[in-house]
């Protein structure tokens, strides 16, 4: 059975660096595409930033230029970087992996307090 589990969130100040990580229990390559997405409160979930199993990255535009998705493939990680940070960046952050199924994984919440 396929996991994804994040790592990475907490409590920050919009200076603070910031990294998520996303662990599967296969390999990265096995999915087409993964990704992050988040949901704020009393929001419906939205995207944040994929990348395909080539490397070719897509952003929201609310994100774009300041946050960063790679891979990992010796660690089979994919990683958030989270720059200039808002309140309204303020959710639970999910990792998404696609192949034929769709997996999530549980979530970790981001805090960004001024």
Known sequence: QVQLVE??????????????SCATSTSIDFFY????????PGKQR??????????????ADYVRGRFTISRDNAEDTIDLEMNSRQS??????????RRVLTY?????????TS
Do not use: F
């Open 7 to 20: 790592s990475g969130g907490g409590l920050v100040q919009p200076g603070d660096p910031l990294r998520l």
């Open 33 to 40: 595409t993964m990704g992050w997405y988040r949901q704020a």
């Open 46 to 59: 939205e995207l944040v930033a994929t990348i395909t199993s080539g490397g070719k990255t897509n952003y």
């Open 88 to 97: 309204e960046d303020t959710a639970v952050y999910y990792c998404h992996a």
């Open 104 to 112: 999530w994984g549980q979530g970790t919440q981001v805090t960004v």
